[in-house]
């Protein structure tokens, strides 16, 4: 159970920074990503050889199965954790990948994104994170361009908690599958979270097709998380990355 204890530890690690118990980290100066390893033994993984984000590029073509996506709509919680914007779900969502049921537990964004695709950057990124009954955790990642607005961020901005720790029950229900392309076809590699303790382990399904978010969503999110919240690139060293 170890690491969904990780997973669900970003809002709890996040708690302990506002309290000022917790090895606290950001994404600029003295505890900025470079650092991170160096903070606390807790987050020395952070300097391991199969980091997330990456650019995503020197593809190796292999038959990867569609993933099964069954996302209920639901009411869920929105919260700033001071690094990111978090809706978490109850439980009922979940994907099925090579045969395995991960659950989804909650999603959140990154702008700009933290993966590349080949070498292309885009203002948003959501990250749908799911944990199997073993704690083994499977990461969705969606890209978004600017353009039309989207039906799921409008949803879950209209409540956007503009205060780090500040925690609201979203009134209108929404599911995931609002933050989903038509098509589903992606590329899959070996990761980590992106934030201390990085763990690794982690299996990416970043799917290949964007979606949109519109101007005003992108900048109303990036004003709530008050900085730029994307870890830079990491080596790929000896990973395949999967299309
Ligand atoms: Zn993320």
Redesign the pocket.
Known sequence: MKNITLALGLAVLSVASIAGEGPSWSYSGEAGPDKWAKLTPEYATCAGKNQSPVNLSGFTKADLKPIKFSYKTDNDEILNNGH?IQVNLPAGSSIAVDGTQFDLKQF?F?APS?NLIDGKSYPLEA?LVHADKDGNLAVVAVMFKEGKANKALAKAWAQLPEKEGEKLNLTASLSATELLPVTRAYYSFSGSL??PPCSEGVRWLVIKQPMTASQSQIEAFAHAVHHENNRPVQAINARAILK
Do not use: D, K, R
């Open positions: 990111t959140h990154h933290e990250h992106t934030t």
